[in-house]
DNA sequence: GTAAACTTTCAGAGATCTGTGAACACTTAG
DNA sequence: CTAAGTGTTCACAGATCTCTGAAAGTTTAC
């Protein structure tokens, strides 16, 4: 059973690092995606990975300025205990707006270089106009979700 | 003039690169964008970046399997010519969804071997959640963009 | 204050990825 | 069919990235 979970949570840090996660920040979030526990120390998640505390701190450090994960304050417990963030995925999905933001100005970067009337000026408008595009309806989106979830949980 | 705008080229493909995609891939795939002519073949890209042949042919396979860039047909030339797509863009966001498919259907497999009503399964069923109501967004959104700019255009 | 329990940092070994260059395969002209 | 011009593949060298392990730093208990 326990071997089932942890052998799902492994296949899908190995999915998700072949969509440009890296290796070790991928399968530290799949320990704290798939554990029946609330809370795991990063003791806990490199002994269940086999992995040293140099690649736990930068992982979780990685994880945390993401806001994936948290840390959560353990009374009586030394340790730093971590658990997934509740809005972790819309967080995430926030966070690529960035991405967004970055083509658009690059585009308007180009344009202002080739000229808007050239050949390469207008390419480079088809790509401002559409990531200006998803720029302006992707938050929305997300929002729509974060209200949604909110009514009903 | 055109040193600028290859500079440009180079610094945007630097920029992609940092996001995931293949530094060789990146750098094609700005020369293709930012050229002021219509199409380039492989040979001009390769002079203009300083690289093999080689490296060409892969990163031009992969650019046009991503559905970004084509060959166009040029008669009384033995050479490929390559054109950035019009589409190029909304298709590389639509590609995205795979991703998000991936996802859900991870989130699924992890809710199946955890259970439904544990921890572990909670935590998983937030994200299926979460990126199937994305999956059922996202294509109507690009679908919207497609239909604005062919009425337009 | 000191000691114990953790965490973070970082140099360097090892693993992984990428581009080259040459050999091979294709395509077209004649 | 042959030859010339291009495109593709692939082994390997070089570049890059990642994890380890140990030292330094931090926090808590007393």
Redesign the interface.
Known sequence: MTD??TH??E??AL?LSQ??LQRMTARVMAAL??????TMTAGEIGAQLGVSSGAMSGALKNLTELGMIEKVPAPGSRRDHFR?R?SA??TL?SKQNT?LT?MTE?AD??IK??GAD???GQ??A??R???S??LS?MPA?IER?RT??SQSG
């Open positions: 089932d979970l799902a949570a296949h899908f999915t969509y440009g995606l798939f554990t029946q526990q609330d997934f509740d995925w819309a999905m991405a970055l690059a970067e180009g270089v080739a050239s050949p390469a390419r480079l088809d790509m106009d559409f990531y595009y998803m309806e989106l979700w949604r979830t």
